[in-house]
T-cell receptor, first 118, second 112 residues
């Protein structure tokens, strides 16, 4: 079945550091990927839609200069948390759907990245 | 306003019983509705998808119903096991390449 790989699974770093998270679709192409943030015992909060070859679409209230998204190829999207601060600590999850198959298709999720800023 | 609600934040049931989780929505017209399972510290995993013109879908011990008149989906796990303990998320597919709209989830605990 379709697999989405997300790396790293856990990051602990000092305040002010920039952190890059990678999301790869392993056996399918994805022109669109989605980035979510999840707080403990809360639902998934969509942050942005990553579009291959064009700018990401950010949800209201999400700072695009803070959360840089690059979708460089049909199988890779990256999220960079710039100058991270303790309030950016969270669980970040990426998701993808196979290109050209919309509706009647699940979103495949990575296993998430636990980001802890000290 | 548009809303998707899973009416129980947490549900505890005895092993062997049937767990029933509810998902209600307002001001959406989804073409499909999906259910996912999420374990702590992991990403959601797809379980079942049901179309708007389907009343019921089954997969092993899982059953999903979809009532577009009531704007409700029910998710059943029969003969529940402790290994079924997880958070279950419903999600609306409103079409095109838009992301799914997720409910807040129901945390199911199956007690041996």
């Amino acid at each position: 079945g379709a697999v989405v790989s997300q790396h790293p699974s856990r990051v602990i770093c000092k305040s002010g550091t920039s952190v890059k998270i990678e999301c790869r679709s392993l056996d399918f192409q994805a022109t669109t990927m989605f980035w979510y943030r999840q707080f403990p015992k809360k639902s998934l909060m969509l942050m942005a839609t990553s579009n291959e070859g064009s700018k990401a679409t950010y949800e209201q209230g999400v700072e695009k200069d803070k959360f840089l998204i690059n979708h460089a190829s049909l199988t890779l999207s990256t999220l960079t948390v710039t100058s991270a601060h303790p309030e950016d600590s969270s669980f970040y999850i990426c998701s993808a759907r196979e290109s050209g198959h919309y509706g009647n298709q699940p979103q495949h999720f990575g296993d998430g990245t636990r980001l802890s800023i000290l | 306003s548009q809303k998707i609600e899973q009416n129980s934040e947490a549900l505890n049931i005895q092993e062997g019983k049937t767990a029933t989780l509810t998902c209600n929505y307002t001001n959406y017209s989804p073409a499909y509705l999906q259910w996912y399972r999420q374990d702590p510290g992991r990403g959601p995993v797809f379980l079942l998808l049901i179309r708007e013109n389907e009343k019921e879908k089954r997969k092993e011990r899982l059953k999903v119903t979809f009532d577009t008149t009531l704007k409700q989906s029910l998710f059943h796990i029969t003969a529940s096991q402790p290994a079924d303990s997880a958070t279950y998320l419903c999600a609306l597919d409103i079409g095109g390449n838009t992301p799914l709209v997720f409910g807040k989830g129901t945390r199911l605990s199956v007690i041996a």
